[in-house]
């Protein structure tokens, strides 16, 4: 008998929706939906076939759940036809939902509203039930609004408004407001990526495979994409800014970079862009090293004869009129040019000795700074500490506090980045500045003794940029070599008394300390040891690493 009237009852489907696990957690449960519905369907005499759920917002149309819903409806519109959900902002809150359900011609039936509507359903009721609709809609429209204003107002206190980017996590900090700080397992990969990328000698795809080989991943534990890689590089939340609706803002974060790294990043990064060539499949040796300097494009090489090397213009602005030129007589131009980097024995002596002379008063210097630095960052926490008991007391109100303990905390990160930036000035300056001397005298015959893989890394240490016209090299160095070839004319032309020299001599100093070109502090990893080989005839101080760990 029982079986008899189940296979009489009106068949029905069920249609539960959280918009979230934490909401399910909270209480919001879809058991909770299913079992109200079910003794709905009991008590009403219908049979349930068929069950969706959905947990995801529904804001926007397109859910899985309810897709597969729609598409169960349409293809028993003459069996089912009648849906069972506990409310009106539990099936949708869009009007394009809205519009798919009525088209279906379905019964529904909002169980805890108590209400049933169908195409029959009186125009009283349905428009009832649609200002239903627009309600809820205007319900989340405006969640979304405050959210929006809730992020940009904690953006302009300096803080990261959103889910933290790869690097950094998510905590709660003063307040109960949730801030971002350093990951301590993938923050130092960050940081080693920015350092590798300055170089200018790694692709973005080389970056995410030794990047991912050292364990850089995302928080799934799959491994880096190239663009991916290149959204961090261009991401200036690490450099302790971010972008947030279309303005930057000076973040109360910690960064993991300085912003001269980071901006010298991008410069690598534009660059590449704008001499981009197409992919070889030889890899010639001053690919992507080599401009022409007619037009500005990429100089690319080509084999002929099966096993001769020419360079030419890409021609990518149009026809060029520079002419083929061949690999070695490029080649024999770089030796000339890297050699006149070497200076004479007493010269380097010379330099070497200033260089250890002034290091005692440059330590004096940053340290002197340091303190300096420290003592006013001290005064402000003092200040916050003070304020907040103001608050506390009622002499002040929140709306001041808030503002002043901003302005503060926003001036105490600016001071720890200048102590940074003195503490990375004073490491390992004096033998930094003694190194790249003994690099610059070494230069044109290592350039000479190496493969071609280790030329393009010693090219890429010494020179900037590099350009070919009418059959002759031009080029830049980079600091300080151009500081040693400025001294090196100076003497040669016997002008250089030590007045004029010393401020030379200095320049360097600076130079090997912290510079916005990033010539040595920034770029330590420039100067590691890329000399593999060397037989025991040469001078062994050579030999060591360039750079300190």
């Given at each position: 008998m029982a079986t008899r009237q189940m296979q009489n009852a009106t068949q029905a489907a069920i249609y539960a929706r959280v918009s979230s696990k934490e909401q399910e957690k909270e209480g919001f449960s879809i058991p909770a939906q299913q079992k109200l519905l079910r003794n709905y369907a009991m008590e009403q005499g219908f049979e349930v076939v068929r069950e969706f759920v959905d947990i995801e917002t529904a804001k926007r149309a397109g859910r899985t759940g309810f897709g597969e819903m729609v598409t169960f409806f349409k293809r028993n519109a003459g069996k089912c036809r009648v849906l069972l959900v506990e409310k009106t902002d539990r099936l949708y809150r869009n009007l394009k939902d809205y519009v798919t359900l009525d088209e279906l011609d379905l019964d529904v039936h909002l169980v805890k509203e108590n209400q049933v509507f169908s195409r029959e359903s009186r125009s009283s009721e349905k428009f009832m039930h649609g200002i239903k609709v627009l309600m809820a809609k205007n319900y989340i429209d405006n969640l979304s609004e405050e959210a929006r204003k809730g992020m940009l107002e904690k953006a302009e206190q300096g803080i990261w408004p959103s889910y933290a980017p790869l690097g950094y996590k998510n905590v709660e900090g003063e307040h109960g407001k949730k801030i971002i700080v350093p990951d301590p397992e993938l923050a130092p990969l960050v940081k080693r990526l920015y350092a590798l990328c300055s170089e200018g000698t790694h692709s973005i795809k080389e970056l995410a495979k030794v990047l991912s080989g050292e364990g850089l991943h995302y928080r799934s534990g799959n491994g880096m994409a190239t663009a991916t890689v290149h959204k961090i590089l261009r991401n200036r939340i690490y450099s302790g800014q971010f972008d947030w609706a279309g303005r930057v803002f000076d973040g109360t974060h910690e960064h993991l970079v300085t912003r001269d790294l980071w901006n010298q990043v991008q410069a690598v990064l534009d660059q590449r862009l704008a001499t981009r060539c197409k992919k070889a499949h030889h890899e010639f040796l001053f690919s992507g090293l080599l401009n022409c300097g007619h037009c500005g494009c990429a100089l690319v090489g080509e084999i002929k004869k099966g096993k001769y090397v020419y360079y030419h213009c890409t021609g990518f602005k149009g026809k060029c009129a520079e002419p083929y030129v061949r690999q070695e007589i490029l080649e024999g131009e770089f030796s000339r040019l890297l050699r006149s980097l070497a200076l004479d024995k007493d010269v380097v002596e010379w330099i070497s000795e200033a260089l250890k002379e002034s290091h005692a008063d440059k330590r004096r210097f940053h340290d002197e700074a340091i303190s300096r630095l420290k003592g006013d960052h001290q005064r402000l926490q003092n200040r916050l500490e003070t304020l907040y008991e103001d608050k506390l007391d009622g002499r002040i109100d929140v709306e001041f506090f808030d503002r002043?303990?901003?302005?503060?905390?926003?001036?105490?990160?600016?001071?720890?980045?200048?102590?940074?930036?003195?503490?990375?000035?004073?490491?390992?300056?004096?033998?930094?500045?003694?190194?790249?001397?003994?690099?610059?005298?070494?230069?044109?015959?290592?350039?000479?003794?190496?493969?071609?893989?280790?030329?393009?890394?010693?090219?890429?240490?010494?020179?900037?940029?590099?350009?070919?016209?009418?059959?002759?090299?031009?080029?830049?160095?980079?600091?300080?070599?151009?500081?040693?070839?400025?001294?090196?004319?100076?003497?040669?032309?016997?002008?250089?008394?030590?007045?004029?020299?010393?401020?030379?001599?200095?320049q360097l100093s600076n130079s090997a300390t912290a510079t916005k070109e990033g010539a040595i502090g920034q770029s330590s990893h420039r100067f590691e040891n890329w000399l593999p080989g060397m037989d025991s005839n040469h001078d062994s101080r050579l030999q060591r690493p360039l750079s300190y760990h």
């Open positions: 002043k303990s901003r302005d503060w905390r926003a001036e105490q990160t600016r001071l720890l980045h200048s102590i940074e930036e003195h503490q990375n000035a004073d490491q390992s300056y004096m033998d930094e500045g003694v190194r790249i001397l003994e690099l610059a005298q070494r230069a044109g015959d290592l350039f000479d003794k190496q493969p071609p893989f280790e030329k393009r890394r010693l090219l890429n240490c010494v020179l900037s940029t590099s350009s070919w016209k009418d059959g002759a090299l031009a080029a830049q160095f980079r600091q300080p070599f151009d500081m040693l070839i400025d001294a090196k004319a100076a003497v040669l032309e016997k002008t250089a008394s030590e007045s004029v020299v010393e401020p030379r001599i200095e």
